[in-house]
């Protein structure tokens, strides 16, 4: 069996680890609270459960589901080592949906954490850029080997290396050779958007701004958030809508997602399970739900729960009206070579789960959240998962790891 700590399945690198001067300058926001006021002035007050009650009922299959004496001491051994909070779900066809929520998303409050409890699910928001971006092929408004210079304003391609020779596809599968704006090991920058509202598309890629390209367009593979960002302002070049317009038009509302959302204007719902970092070790947890480079941009701001998420992922592999087989085809088929990240599609990877059996899907990971979506055809088996805290940093990275790899390996087994 393949599965080890390397690749897609096997690894949490889709986001390079941060510096020492980052790693600082996010506890010195954490532990002063000082000097980020856009932050502190949107942090609410808690006063109970109530606060984060996500009104919104699911369905599920999880009584007396075999899944579950396989799953609990996954999730409870995990929790026992430093992950706050866990929510997994894992869709099989023989016994249905089953979801396991344990821990809490409020510490300081003891507020249990739901089934159906809200959380940020990071880098999984570029798949639904991505679905976009392809629904816009199949309706005949982009080629996929279009030029982004045919959409994007003159003064951000010549601000980008090589921009001018980078195609929409190789946006979508990691290619472009464009600088990855959260590479930047600059807190600084990042304290500076500090999630207010100059935290924009734009005000994001100024931070690559002159930055040298990692290779010619289409030659490798580089991980690159900033290619997404560029994917948004095409999207709504495109559609002249602004993308939360768009994304709940061609994605929340047709397939019933009542408890995902993207606002940029208010990027933290009422509901959201709190984030946090185990910045020592010891389990004395930072709350860092409102330091994120990404709340508000097309590469990682979309908020969910694992419900929404899995319906999500067989809308894809399952629906071809809501994705055309063209689309569909363009999306899973010709793969690059990711390396340790397995095989990058357009918006999507792939991977070796075991004995020739691939899966397909997204990780996502914030300053103090971490995400999973993966679908496996062969099986017809859906996996999502939401934990918050960060995959990071020093104990949770190590034991988020641990987490992930043995629930692969139990998806590997059934």
């Given at each position: 069996m393949k599965i080890s700590q390397h690749g897609i399945v096997k690894s949490i690198k889709l986001i390079p680890l941060l510096s020492f001067l980052a790693l600082f300058s996010i506890t010195a926001f954490c532990d002063t609270q000082i000097q980020f006021k856009s932050n502190l002035s949107s942090m609410p007050l808690i006063h109970d459960q109530h606060y984060y009650d996500n009104k919104v009922p699911y369905d599920d299959d999880s009584q007396n589901h075999p899944l579950a004496g396989l799953v609990e001491p996954i999730v409870d051994e995990s929790i026992a080592k430093g992950l706050p909070g866990v929510i997994v779900l894992i869709d099989e066809p023989d016994y249905g949906t089953y979801v396991c929520a344990k821990g809490v998303m409020d510490i300081k409050n003891h507020i249990h954490i739901q089934k159906n409890s809200i959380s940020r699910i990071g880098s999984i928001t570029k798949m639904f850029t991505g679905v976009v971006t392809l629904?816009?092929?199949?309706?005949?408004?982009?080629?996929?080997?279009?030029?982004?210079?045919?959409?994007?304003?003159?003064?951000?391609?010549?601000?980008?290396q090589n921009a001018e020779q980078v195609t929409i596809r190789q946006l979508l599968n990691h290619t472009s050779g464009i600088y990855n704006?959260?590479?930047?090991?600059?807190?600084?920058?990042?304290?500076?958007?500090?999630?207010?509202?100059?935290?924009?598309?734009?005000n994001c890629l100024k931070l690559i701004y002159n930055h040298p390209s990692y290779f010619p367009p289409g030659s490798s593979f580089h991980y690159?958030?900033?290619?997404?960002?560029?994917?948004?302002?095409?999207?709504?070049?495109?559609?002249?809508?602004?993308?939360?317009?768009?994304?709940?038009?061609?994605?929340?509302?047709?397939?019933?997602l009542k408890s995902t959302d993207y606002d940029p204007d208010h990027p933290f719902p009422k509901n959201l399970a709190r984030g946090y970092i185990d910045i020592n070790n010891d389990k004395s947890y930072i709350d860092c739900t409102y330091f994120d480079e990404a709340c508000r941009t097309p590469d990682g701001g979309v908020t969910?729960?694992?419900?929404?998420?899995?319906?999500?992922?067989?809308?894809?592999?399952?629906?071809?009206?809501?994705?055309?087989?063209?689309?569909?085809?363009?999306?899973?088929?010709?793969?690059?070579?990711?390396?340790?990240?397995?095989?990058?599609?357009?918006?999507?990877?792939?991977?070796?789960?075991?004995n020739g059996v691939s899966i397909y899907g997204y990780s996502g990971g914030h300053y103090s959240y971490s995400a999973e979506l993966f679908y496996v055809p062969a099986k017809k088996i859906t996996f999502a998962c939401l934990v918050n805290t960060s995959r990071h940093f020093t104990n949770s990275s190590k034991t988020y790891t641990e987490f992930r790899l043995r629930l692969f390996r139990l998806i590997a087994s059934l």
């Open positions: 629904q816009l092929f199949q309706e005949h408004k982009i080629s996929l080997d279009d030029p982004i210079s045919k959409y994007l304003a003159k003064d951000i391609i010549q601000s980008i704006y959260t590479d930047i090991q600059d807190p600084v920058k990042y304290c500076k958007l500090g999630n207010n509202k100059e935290q924009t598309i734009l690159s958030n900033s290619n997404f960002l560029l994917l948004g302002l095409i999207i709504e070049k495109v559609t002249h809508q602004r993308l939360n317009d768009v994304f709940r038009e061609r994605i929340f509302t047709p397939l019933r969910s729960c694992v419900y929404d998420m899995a319906a999500f992922i067989k809308a894809i592999f399952n629906d071809r009206h809501f994705l055309m087989k063209s689309a569909f085809e363009q999306m899973t088929e010709n793969m690059f070579n990711a390396d340790e990240m397995g095989m990058a599609g357009l918006g999507i990877f792939e991977d070796d789960l075991g």
